[in-house]
């Protein structure tokens, strides 16, 4: 049935045998960065590479402050604890994200509230959010999600936040590269986070980051991060209760030699989308108007959830990986007593949508 489609896939990558739904691109410069790092001998959360990692995010992105993470859920974890979410509280979010953002909710002891998503961007509804907020006014946060690296109406969903005084945290696990306008995601809450996982745009093999244009507030969090510890020639003080989530000099070494490649992959990854785009037509999700999205990872809408299966059978046995989106969170046992609307577009694209091979070739 899909014979046609898997053809042009695979072309894309030169016929191979086997082609995965999205793997890092290295070469050279990770060997010569990790081995100056471990030459060094400092490959713990002391070094060089932590810093220069920092500081490149941070220009990149148009932030003021950069703070390194272990992973992205640490990140996004700390970066609503920084925002004062505590157990008890309600968090705004979506249903349709990686588990990550609803689990870093409830490590803060906190109750997810899934609110529907737009299908052209499948990122968090401004117009549902508006909606479930004039009927709810304990609501402590809202954590949107840029979905597969498509940015959400993040612009719509702060202004929403701001005229019901509920603070912003964005989600930009997927979104390094995606922009707003001229305005990278991450500028918009009141703290962003990135994710360097092995499948993102770019990798640090395991890593996050926390994007802050509130100086004393990265600080905080660069402080938190390194168990609160208090700086002294020897001794061990520490004045609050930390956590030790800073990034290893080792990872970020491969993160810098991966930096010097973000805007090829960049470039790349949105010329492979373009020539989907042609192929598809209709059926292939592109970035709405006024935004520019990294492509992350690449997806097409099917009829309906029957021809969703049988397309995700005949890629997967004829050897190329395609994926289904995430099942809903509220779905999920942990979280299936959360509090929902409707999640009618949420649930339109659970069935219909596939994420196709997102790879750049060497």
């Known amino acids: 049935m899909f014979e046609k489609d898997i053809e042009f896939i695979r072309s894309q990558y ?33 070094g060089k590479f932590v810093t220069e990692f920092e500081n490149s995010i941070a220009e990149y992105c148009g932030v003021k402050r950069a703070v390194a993470c272990v992973n992205g859920t640490n990140a996004l974890f700390l970066a609503l604890k920084l925002c004062g979410v505590n157990a008890g509280d309600k968090v705004v979010t979506q249903p349709l994200t990686f588990i990550a ?24 509804s401004p117009e549902h959010l508006e909606t479930y907020l004039k009927k709810h006014n304990d609501v402590k946060a809202v954590a949107p999600m840029h979905t597969f690296g498509h940015p959400c109406r993040i612009k719509e969903i702060k202004d929403v936040c701001d005229r019901y005084g509920v603070v912003l945290v964005e989600d930009c696990a997927e979104s390094l590269g995606s922009f707003v306008g001229d305005t990278h995601t991450g500028n918009f ?39 609160a510890k208090i700086p002294h020639r020897w001794e061990f003080n520490h004045d609050a209760i930390g956590y030790n989530y800073r990034m290893p000099n080792l990872n970020a070494a491969l993160g810098m030699a991966q930096f010097e490649k973000l805007p090829m992959l960049r470039r790349k990854k949105r010329e492979l989308a373009e020539r989907y785009a042609a192929y598809f037509g209709g059926r292939f999700v592109k970035d709405t108007d006024g935004t520019s999205s990294n492509y992350w990872l690449n997806a097409i809408l099917t009829a309906n959830r029957k021809e969703r299966e049988i397309f995700l059978t005949e890629t997967n046995d004829a050897g190329v990986m395609t994926r289904p989106a995430w099942t809903l969170m509220n779905k999920l046992e942990m979280f299936k007593h959360c509090e929902t609307d409707d999640l009618e577009n949420a649930q339109w694209l659970e069935d219909r949508l596939v994420n196709i091979p997102s790879g750049v070739m060497k």
């Open 14 to 46: 030169g016929n191979a045998e086997k082609i995965a739904l999205h793997e890092p691109y290295f070469d050279h410069r990770e060997i010569e960065k990790t081995t100056e790092c471990i030459e060094s001998t400092f490959v713990s959360s002391v």
């Open 101 to 124: 953002t609803a689990n870093a909710i409830a490590y803060c002891g906190a109750e997810p509230i899934f609110v529907d998503v737009d299908k052209d961007t499948m990122g968090l």
């Open 189 to 227: 809450g009141r703290v962003g986070i990135l994710s360097f996982n092995g499948n993102k745009i770019i990798t640090t093999g395991g890593g996050g980051m926390l994007l802050f244009n509130d100086e004393k507030l990265a600080d905080y969090a660069k402080h938190l991060t390194t168990q």
